[in-house]
């Protein structure tokens, strides 16, 4: 009996080592496991930090180029504002000159004109009636 309670405690010893050494190994490959996740995440977290740079960087770069586009644009908006305002000027200068030589040619060629509108008016004479037109107009313009 002795031989039968020391093989019983034996195989009890022998089964609670292997079951010892299998918690152990499920223990090992446990930590293994978690190793391996906190190397994951931790690849993962720099990976979406650099991510996060990169992103930072492009915004930035984004905001500098429409800055710069921008102060482009309010540039030419002001150079076509100074030339818009120098083409009104010089259309306006133009339409007064224009005027002014109008009233000038009117009074000059008033006479000239109501001479010619006679001779219209009186189209049934002959073209030779209306020949001194060349010589009133010398005498008028000079």
Not at 27 to 55: C, P, T, V, Y
Not at 85 to 113: C, G, I, W, Y
């Amino acid at each position: 009996m002795t031989l039968t309670l020391l093989s019983k405690f034996e195989i009890r010893r022998f089964s609670s080592l292997q079951e010892r050494w299998k918690a152990l190994q499920a223990q090992k490959r446990m930590e293994a496991m978690q190793d391996a996740l906190n190397g994951e995440q931790r690849l993962f977290m720099e990976k979406l930090s650099r991510d996060r740079s990169e992103i930072q960087r492009s915004k930035d770069q984004l905001l500098d180029e429409q800055k710069i586009a921008l102060a482009s644009i309010y540039e030419s908006r002001s150079q076509l504002a100074d030339e818009r305002a120098k083409v009104e000027a010089l259309q306006k200068a133009f339409q007064e000159q224009k005027h002014r030589d109008m009233l000038q040619n009117a009074t000059v060629k008033s006479p000239l004109h109501s001479y010619n509108s006679l001779c219209l008016l009186h189209s049934d004479r002959s073209r030779n009636s209306c020949s001194t037109e060349t010589s009133f107009r010398t005498t008028h313009s000079s």
